[in-house]
């Protein structure tokens, strides 16, 4: 009998395919404002009429949202007729968090952006194998700096700050700390944070010139301005100033040609004594784990970038004489857990 149940062993590929249309749920769900509509209970139909959409198929859809964790559902008695009821439907805190355009943590942008890349790498792939990496658009400085003020904003707000601030917050250094680096720091909302967080930490947020500029800006408005500074430049050739207690490194070697001698101007940067927290994706050596991270970041390897396997940070480290160096694996970040590594210059 058992024998009967077993899943068929085409079953995760055909849900593989089936992926496409929770991603098309979403995106119709964002497009169409029904998560803004759904700020109390409603049913189908009142929810069709108010949109002016067919009720019919804004019921299945509401199913399928539902279904995705997406919804809350709950019954109500039917006024039309007696000892019946409707199906009704509401936000789950998740939606309301990251799903609402008015939550301080919209994702919705950012979403739509992760979600259109992977679209476009995977048309991309194929070619890839065939010929090998494929020419990237000109202006990649433009795009980081539209990225910076619109989706890597919406992301460090969303997630990126919140693990920040939970790791570092961990660390013996960060309660003694008065000098941080957020290298590649992007819109700067992470040295922000970390800076609110403890009144005596100054800082620098390090990247592309186009992309400090958007830092610079929020760093300001944020009245901050005495204590954070930017520097722009290149991360393969250029200076990241020096005198750093903590420096925080996240997703960002991945995109240097030469990831060792970074980590050695990193190293030089540092205080004795100071720590360089990084946290990268790793691939783990487990098929479901190496999956795990490959489904995002196999675009990347195609592009010639580099995504190391579980442990290479840390002899990395190891290697170039950090000491007491530690690492565990972080699910807080909402592509693939990332490898956490800290790693401290001697005193």
């Known amino acids: 009998m058992n024998d009967t149940l077993r899943a068929h062993p085409l079953q995760a ?3 593989l395919a089936a992926a496409a249309v929770q991603t098309e749920a979403l995106s119709a769900a964002l497009a169409l404002g029904v998560f803004e509509a759904l700020r109390g209970l409603a049913t189908p139909d009142e929810l069709a009429a108010e949109l002016g959409l ?5 019921a299945h859809l509401l199913e399928l949202l539902w279904g995705m964790g997406l919804l809350e559902r ?3 008695p039917a006024l039309d007729r007696i000892g019946g009821a409707e199906r009704t439907y509401g936000l789950t805190e998740t939606t309301r968090t990251y799903f609402l355009a008015s939550s301080p943590s919209w994702a919705g942008d950012t979403w739509h952006y992760r979600a259109a890349r992977l679209r476009q790498a995977a048309g991309l792939l194929e070619a890839q194998v065939r010929q090998g990496p494929q020419a990237e658009r000109e202006d990649a400085a433009g795009q980081w700096s539209t990225a910076a003020r ?3 904003a919406q992301d460090q707000r969303a997630a990126t700050v919140p693990a920040a601030v939970e790791i570092v917050s961990r660390l013996p250094e960060f309660a003694a700390a008065t000098r941080l680096l957020d290298l590649g720091g992007g819109p700067g909302w992470v040295a922000i944070e970390l800076a609110r ?3 005596g930490l100054a800082g620098v947020v390090f990247d592309l010139p186009e992309v400090a500029a958007v830092a610079a800006e929020n760093i300001a408005a944020a009245g901050l301005a005495d204590r954070l500074s930017v520097i722009g430049g ?3 050739v250029d200076g990241v100033g020096d005198g750093y207690d903590l420096v ?4 960002v070697l991945h995109f240097v040609p030469d990831a060792e001698a970074v980590l050695r101007r990193i190293m030089a940067a540092l205080r004795p004594g100071g720590a360089l927290v990084c946290a990268h994706a790793e691939i783990g050596d487990e098929p479901d784990a190496a999956a795990e991270v490959l489904q995002f970041y196999l675009p990347m390897l195609m592009q010639g970038r580099h995504v190391g396997h579980r442990g290479d940070m840390a002899a990395t480290l190891r ?3 950090f000491g007491r160096i530690d690492g565990f694996a972080c699910a807080l970040f909402p592509l693939a857990p990332l490898q956490v590594v800290v790693g401290r210059k001697e005193a």
């Open 150 to 152: 619109r989706q890597l």
């Open 234 to 236: 290149d991360l393969a």
């Open 74 to 76: 709950a019954a109500r």
């Open 54 to 58: 067919n009720a019919r198929n804004t």
């Open 13 to 15: 590929y055909w849900r």
């Open 319 to 321: 290697r170039l004489g």
């Open 197 to 199: 967080q403890r009144d």
């Open 248 to 251: 925080w490194c996240s997703s």
